[in-house]
C-alpha cells in the first residue's frame, strides 16, 4: 500500500498522531517548532486533510453537536507504525470520515485513567476503537458515545458495540483451500500469535477445511503462548525461528504452509533456509495481508488480502447509522469477505 495518511506524517515528523492531528485541526497544546516540523512532513508527502463537508446537514444529522469522531487505541501504540494493514485501516478510516463531514482525532490510551480531553469533555460525537479491550471504569466512561470497534478481538471479554472486521474463518478457509487444489496432502498452520482470537479463527478454519478434504494437517504454534511486542523484530525472528526448528522435524513433513500474518513472511522465509528448506520448492507458502515485503520475496507467493479500506470504510458507515438513528441495545459484527491475490 502507498498509505498516505496521518501515520506516514507522524512517522516523518518524529511525532505522535495525537500531534499531528492537533495541528490539522488547529487544536492548541502544540509548540511551534513540532507544528513547523507536522506542516514541513504534509508539505514534503504532499498530504492535504480530508475537508470537511460545510453546507446543510441532512435532517436527519441535525443533532450531531460536534462533527468529531475520535479512534481511541488501547495497548497497540506501535502498531499503525509497524503494521501496513492497520496504517491502511486508519487511512481509510481518515477518508471516509473527511466525505461524511467530520473530523477525525488519534488518541493512543496507555493510562486507563486519562483518555483524551475531546473525549473526557464530551467534545466528539462518536468512537471507533482498536486494540484490547479497557479496564472496566473507563469502559463506564465511554459507552455513552456510540462506537464501533475495528479488527478481530484480543480477548472474549470486556468488549461492547460493533465491530467491522475481517471474515476469519474465510481466510483459513481460503488459505487451505489454495495448498489442497494444489495438490498438497499435509498442510500446516503457523501459529505466530497463539493469544489472538483473530488467529485462533483462521486457524480452526484452516484444520477444520483439511479435514473435510481429507488432508493432513499440523497446527504448529508457540507452546508457551510467548508473546513479543509490535515491531520488537529480535523477538519476533526468534519466536519464528523456534517455530520452523519444530516444523522441519516434523515426520513426514507438510508441504503447504500458511502464515496468518505477511509481515512475518519473510523471516519464515530465512528461517526455513537455514533448515535447508527452499521456499517454493521444499514447501509452498501461502501469507496474509498485502504487506510490502511481500513484494521482494523470491519466489513470490499467494497471498490473502484481508481488505482494510472496506473495513475502515465499513466502521464510518456503521457509525454513522448509529450517529443518525441511535441504536443503545444493538451490537451487530460485519465481517469483511478477503480476497485471494496470487502471484504472477
Given amino acids: 500500500?502507498?498509505?498516505?495518511?496521518?501515520?506516514?506524517?507522524?512517522?516523518?515528523?518524529?511525532?505522535?498522531?495525537?500531534?499531528?492531528?492537533?495541528?490539522?485541526?488547529?487544536?492548541?497544546?502544540?509548540?511551534?517548532?513540532?507544528?513547523?516540523?507536522?506542516?514541513?512532513?504534509?508539505?514534503?508527502?504532499?498530504?492535504?486533510?480530508?475537508?470537511?463537508?460545510?453546507?446543510?446537514?441532512?435532517?436527519?444529522?441535525?443533532?450531531?453537536?460536534?462533527?468529531?469522531?475520535?479512534?481511541?487505541?488501547?495497548?497497540?501504540?506501535?502498531?499503525?507504525?509497524?503494521?501496513?494493514?492497520?496504517?491502511?485501516?486508519?487511512?481509510?478510516?481518515?477518508?471516509?470520515?473527511?466525505?461524511?463531514?467530520?473530523?477525525?482525532?488519534?488518541?493512543?490510551?496507555?493510562?486507563?485513567?486519562?483518555?483524551?480531553?475531546?473525549?473526557?469533555?464530551?467534545?466528539?460525537?462518536?468512537?471507533?476503537?482498536?486494540?484490547?479491550?479497557?479496564?472496566?471504569?473507563?469502559?463506564?466512561?465511554?459507552?455513552?458515545?456510540?462506537?464501533?470497534?475495528?479488527?478481530?478481538?484480543?480477548?472474549?471479554?470486556?468488549?461492547?458495540?460493533?465491530?467491522?472486521?475481517?471474515?476469519?474463518?474465510?481466510?483459513?478457509?481460503?488459505?487451505?483451500?489454495?495448498?489442497?487444489?494444489?495438490?498438497?496432502?499435509r498442510i500446516a498452520f503457523l501459529g505466530v500469535d497463539v493469544t489472538h482470537l483473530g488467529f485462533h479463527a483462521r486457524s480452526q478454519a484452516f484444520v477444520d477445511t483439511a479435514h473435510e478434504a481429507g488432508v493432513a494437517v499440523e497446527v504448529v504454534a508457540q507452546e508457551n503462548g510467548q508473546k513479543y511486542r509490535p515491531g520488537d523484530q529480535v523477538a519476533e525472528r526468534r519466536v519464528i525461528h523456534a517455530l520452523i526448528e519444530r516444523f522441519a522435524a516434523l515426520p513426514n513433513r507438510p508441504t503447504g504452509l500458511f502464515v496468518p500474518r505477511g509481515q512475518a513472511t519473510l523471516m519464515v522465509y530465512e528461517a526455513l533456509r537455514a533448515q535447508g528448506i527452499e521456499p517454493g520448492r521444499g514447501v509452498t507458502i501461502i501469507a496474509c495481508d498485502t504487506d510490502p515485503t511481500l513484494a521482494g520475496l523470491n519466489p513470490q507467493i499467494a497471498t490473502i488480502d484481508v481488505r482494510p479500506d472496506r473495513i475502515g470504510k465499513q466502521a464510518v458507515e456503521q457509525l454513522m447509522r448509529h450517529l443518525e438513528k441511535p441504536m443503545p441495545h444493538a451490537k451487530a459484527t460485519i465481517l469483511v469477505e478477503p480476497s485471494l491475490i496470487t502471484p504472477g
Fill in 1 to 185: 500500500y502507498s498509505v498516505m495518511s496521518i501515520i506516514e506524517v507522524a512517522k516523518l515528523a518524529g511525532c505522535s498522531h495525537t500531534t499531528v492531528s492537533r495541528v490539522i485541526n488547529q487544536k492548541p497544546g502544540v509548540s511551534e517548532a513540532a507544528a513547523l516540523k507536522v506542516q514541513a512532513a504534509m508539505r514534503k508527502l504532499g498530504y492535504t486533510p480530508p475537508a470537511r463537508r460545510r453546507g446543510p446537514q441532512p435532517k436527519a444529522r441535525k443533532a450531531i453537536r460536534t462533527g468529531n469522531v475520535a479512534l481511541l487505541m488501547f495497548g497497540t501504540e506501535a502498531t499503525p507504525m509497524v503494521a501496513p494493514v492497520a496504517a491502511a485501516v486508519m487511512h481509510s478510516v481518515e477518508d471516509a470520515l473527511g466525505n461524511h463531514g467530520f473530523t477525525l482525532a488519534l488518541g493512543q490510551v496507555k493510562d486507563s485513567n486519562r483518555i483524551p480531553p475531546a473525549v473526557a469533555n464530551g467534545n466528539v460525537d462518536g468512537l471507533l476503537l482498536h486494540g484490547n479491550p479497557p479496564s472496566p471504569e473507563l469502559a463506564d466512561r465511554l459507552k455513552r458515545y456510540p462506537a464501533v470497534w475495528l479488527m478481530s478481538p484480543r480477548s472474549r471479554t470486556g468488549y461492547w458495540g460493533d465491530r467491522v472486521c475481517p471474515d476469519n474463518d474465510a481466510i483459513g478457509r481460503i488459505a487451505a483451500e489454495y495448498l489442497i487444489e494444489r495438490g498438497h496432502e
